[in-house]
């Protein structure tokens, strides 16, 4: 892995602040105009108002950017947000409740922790993504990044390790250093302890020193500090090596750690023409083997528990809007044979992808759909339903109108994530949504020298 060091975080000042959990907030990423007002309304520090901050009545051209600077620059003059005195890790636990392979809800902890990791480009190192990315998230993160002058939210980093001796040596060094702790509007319950102990320190980075790490989540992030490392070098004429901006802040999980959990993105699609099953089926050719289901659009629960006890990436369910019928579509060998034809430059693990097929086989080949608005992704099949009848609006969504097309599938694994990176190769956009979320407003990584 490319080198992973300490740092000493800008964290909030818990003299200021009555409870970490009024000041916290998700990825900007998942969240929509109307949480966006809780969170305003919840604090006047909260993060939100720097990693979303939101347009108000009067505003010139990039002026949220700018504001968000504003309260960063007002909240360190007032002690409301304050630097620690020595660098360190910054050991993360994520406490939530999640489905067992019993069907039985159970508690699980993820863990990690947050450290800087020397930027490197893509390719040309040992730092791998694992998805695509769209333009206009980059362009928006990196304004902020230069209004800010700080890494805001970390980026979501895989590494291997069999063991887990990385996260047990820091674990070790954890008994009597006070955590700090915040809990989530979803019950997950965040728990943060700075790890200073030099010795633990040392030892996990040169357990790291060999590894790859592969990005989770937050690829937009990643790439734009990249860009912003640049941007500075430029503008100083060149920067030293231990200059901030050559890192990026990041937190690191091992892959085999028992809390680390992948959730489907399921998608809902407004724009193509409606199809009734019987034409969807026909579309579809002898690609697929293919069954309908009874019960109309509320048959979508079935639908997913047969995708999740087969455990196939090439089983999905397609819902056909004309006749309100949910379609379970098995990808066949003449499925895999087309999809060599189609993507014949992509691994047979890529184009085995039940996102791969979906975008590639599916909607653009046998459908002929490739013009339609960025799909609205969803993770919870009632949020299927919840869509298809027009009950909700996820935050990701474009455009007006009714859905005319969804579809189930299952997401990529850890293992596909690893196999595909590898490969120098990315999965289409929100193939993986890895849960939960990372809390911003935890730490931040100031990047001036």
Request: hydrophobic fraction near 35%; include cysteine; glycine fraction near 6%.
């Amino acid at each position: 892995m490319p080198e992973v060091t300490p740092f000493a975080a800008l964290r909030y000042n818990l003299d200021h602040i009555r409870s970490l959990s009024e000041v916290v907030a998700p990825p900007y990423d998942v969240i929509d105009a109307d949480y966006q007002d809780v969170l305003y309304k919840r604090h006047p520090s909260n993060v939100i108002r720097v990693i979303l901050n939101r347009e108000e009545p009067g505003d010139e051209i990039d002026e949220t950017y700018s504001r968000a600077s504003g309260f960063v620059k007002q909240w360190i003059r007032e002690g409301v947000l304050k630097q620690d005195d020595e660098p360190g890790f910054y050991l993360y636990h994520q406490r939530f409740e999640t489905d067992g392979t019993d069907g039985e809800v159970e508690t699980v902890t993820r863990r990690g922790f947050m450290g800087r990791v020397r930027l490197e480009p893509f390719g040309k190192g040992n730092i791998h993504p694992h998805e695509e990315t769209h333009p206009k998230a980059k362009v928006d993160r990196l304004k902020l990044l230069k209004a800010t002058q700080q890494n805001n939210s970390p980026i979501f980093g895989l590494y291997p390790d069999d063991d887990n001796a990385v996260i047990e040596y820091l674990e070790a060094a954890k008994d009597d250093v006070t955590p700090i702790e915040a809990t989530d509007d979803v019950g997950v319950v965040h728990t943060v302890w700075p790890i200073t102990d030099s010795s633990a320190i040392t030892t996990a980075s040169q357990l790291l020193a060999d590894k790859p790490m592969f990005v989770a989540d937050g690829h937009h992030r990643y790439e734009t500090a990249c860009d912003y490392r640049d941007f500075v070098a430029e503008q100083a004429g060149g920067i030293a090596p231990d200059h901030p901006v050559n890192f990026v802040m990041t937190m690191l999980v091992g892959m085999n750690d028992p809390g680390l959990v992948v959730l489907p993105t399921h998608r809902l699609i407004r724009g193509t023409r409606p199809l009734r099953s019987e034409e969807l089926i026909e579309r579809l050719g002898n690609q697929f083997d293919c069954e309908t289901l009874s019960g109309g659009m509320s048959a979508a629960p079935d639908a997913w528990t047969r995708i999740q006890l087969a455990n196939r990436q090439g089983l999905m369910a397609f819902y056909a809007a004309e006749d309100e019928t949910w379609v379970m579509a098995n990808a066949n060998e003449k499925a895999m044979a087309r999809m060599s034809e189609l993507a014949g430059d992509q691994s047979e693990t890529w184009r085995s992808l039940g996102v791969s097929l979906l975008h590639k086989l599916v909607l653009e080949d046998s459908l002929g759909e490739t013009n339609h608005p960025k799909p609205t992704y969803v993770h919870e099949v009632r949020d299927v339903l919840a869509g298809l009848k027009g009950e909700s609006q996820a935050a990701e969504s474009e455009g007006d109108g009714q859905y005319t097309f969804a579809a189930l599938v299952m997401p990529a694994s850890v293992a596909d994530v690893e196999k595909i990176s590898l490969n120098h190769e990315r999965m289409p956009a929100k193939s993986t949504y890895f849960y939960p979320k990372l809390l911003s407003g935890l730490a931040f990584h100031r990047l001036m020298p």
